[in-house]
């Protein structure tokens, strides 16, 4: 199993939706940068973990644990004209834009930006590093299980 940290902005999708959404599972659409996408399409299975994270919000976090519960598979507003996600490059024989089901675990309390930041422990997790936008990237085990203790 791999460990995952997804961003998402609780404008477009929260926590609490996915809670309200049928099988509390969404399609990680949206994903429109090459090296996560490449996470997706490469390295993501079904079953792996998800570190929920809010962003681009009042107050950054991660907001509950989930897993994968798809294989990848075409995203698809790439092929939807006028949509925001739309890419006229894209074509059904030849999709460039791919995402994977994410179901929720459970919710947990917000486990702020700022307290991550002041995690020693956590020092190298890849989205307190200078420069990191990425909205998904891995997480080492170990952070992994260091982060899962803190939301008990």
Known sequence: MRCWLMKSEPADVSIDDLA??????????????YQARNFMRDQMRVGDGVLFYHSNCEMPGIAGIAEVSSQVYPDRFQFVKGHKYYDPKATPENPRWMNVDVKLVRKTRLLSLKELRETPELANLRILQRGNRLSITPVDPKDWEFILGKLK
Do not use: F, I, L
């Open 20 to 33: 309200a959404m049928p099988n509390q599972t969404v399609d990680w659409y949206g994903v429109r940068n």
